[in-house]
């Protein structure tokens, strides 16, 4: 009896100790997660705007030059289409435009020969009117003159008309090459901002279609966080308010932050997003925005999809706790 009743005995204050270090665990995490007034918080993940590197004309992909997780400068090329087709298209298209200012030449030569030709039919006409006004020759040999003066003039038309067909078909030509060309390098696939890759989507060989994705890639200096606030806490924000972001993956650092954006409509509350009120049917959409150049200054060891708690303050007469004073990494 003796040793169950302190067996009992121990077992009570066992369980009496794991109550107290529970209940002074608890009392610690409520004081550290209490919030002073006109600061107001909400959970959400890091986001980051992803571009999609897509080709603007259909075709087998040759070359993809990243992989996932690498980083890309702005301009970089990631991916070549092939152009084997556009290459040869090309080559005819700038020899139709030899071709075509050789025919311009040819006809410039013949307008000078026309013109030549109008010029000699003009003098033989003089000559015939001062010959047929002192009766020196027929009426019928005046007019052949006339004619011939006419028909060197319409002549002279026409070939002016194919020089200027020969100009217009010059200018066709060389606007297709300087299309053909774009396209060309429209096949090399660059990145529009320095960023990571996140997916690669495509490789070497698969046939694409217009508009096909062959990469995505991130933007490392457009990164935010989506949270939801009651309507009471939401309507006294504004664009530029400052903020803070506790990541759970890193919480002894805190990243500052600004409201880039306060949905003007309210709407329901994803079932994944908790905020320390009471949970309400309608919430507004915010988003606190990381400044840029921090990112960059860091981009090394940033990353999307990463839990946290995002901090907004409803007033710049509030002051930050202490909890929530700026810490970075070096």
Known sequence: MARRFVMKWKTA?????????????????????????????????????????????????ALVLVKEGDKVALNQALAQIDTKELDAQLRRAEAEVRSARHERIS???VIAQRKSELSLAKKDLSRSQGLYENDSISLEQLQ???????????????????????????????????????????????????????????????????????????????ASMTIFLPTLQAGRLHTGDEARIVLDAIPEYVIPAKVSFVSPEAQFTPKEVETRTEREKLMFRVKVRIDSALLAKHSAIMKTGVPGVAYVRLGTDVDWPESLQVRLPL
């Open 107 to 109: 006809a410039i030569a």
């Open 13 to 61: 204050v066992a369980v009496f100790g794991i109550l107290i270090v529970a209940i002074g665990l608890s009392l610690q995490f409520f004081q550290e997660t209490e919030l002073p007034p006109g600061i107001v918080s909400g959970n959400g993940r890091i986001e980051a705007v992803e571009v999609d590197i897509t080709t603007k004309f259909g075709g087998r992909v």
């Open 144 to 222: 052949r003159d006339e004619t011939a003066v006419q028909t060197a003039k319409a002549t002279l038309a026409v070939s002016q008309a194919q020089l200027s067909n020969s100009e217009a078909a010059i200018e066709a030509a060389i606007a297709n090459t300087e299309l053909l060309k774009v396209q060309i390098e429209d096949s090399i696939l660059k990145s529009p901002i320095a960023g990571r890759v996140l997916y690669r989507l495509t490789e070497p060989g698969e046939v694409l279609p217009a508009g096909g994705k062959v990469l995505t890639v991130l933007d490392l200096t457009d």
